[in-house]
């Protein structure tokens, strides 16, 4: 059966780093696009960033320049690098393959 596990988060202060990962079972990982979502409350889903089996990428405006979202084939993981966090990325993160979610992982920002 499919799966996507994500891990990582937690609480930061302004300013820190954060690294998520998102292991994901062969049959969905491989040639196919991971993708990093985050919902705050009250907020819609949203993307952060993607990746193709290729390795192009594509960010949020909200987010370039400081995420950076990456993946190891060899594993079956993308993570998603992400420094000078700011209280406004506070949510909790998905990760995406296919129609496939994970459970998601909070990740709090505080001043």
């Known amino acids: 059966q499919a799966q996507l596990v994500e891990s990582g988060g937690g609480l930061v202060q302004a300013g820190g780093s954060l690294r998520l990962s998102c292991a994901a079972s062969?049959?969905?990982?491989?040639?196919?696009?991971m993708s990093w979502h985050r919902q705050a409350p009250g907020n819609q889903r949203e993307l952060v960033a993607l990746?193709?089996?290729?390795?192009?990428?594509n960010y949020a405006d909200s987010v370039r320049g400081r995420f950076t979202i990456s993946r190891d084939n060899a594993k079956n993981t993308v993570y998603l690098q992400m420094n000078s966090l700011k209280p406004e990325d506070t949510a909790v993160y998905y990760c995406?393959?296919?129609?496939?979610w994970g459970q998601g992982t909070q990740v709090t920002v505080s001043l």
């Open positions: 990746i193709t089996s290729g390795g192009r990428t």
């Open positions: 995406r393959a296919l129609n496939f």
């Open positions: 062969g049959s969905i990982f491989s040639n196919n696009v």
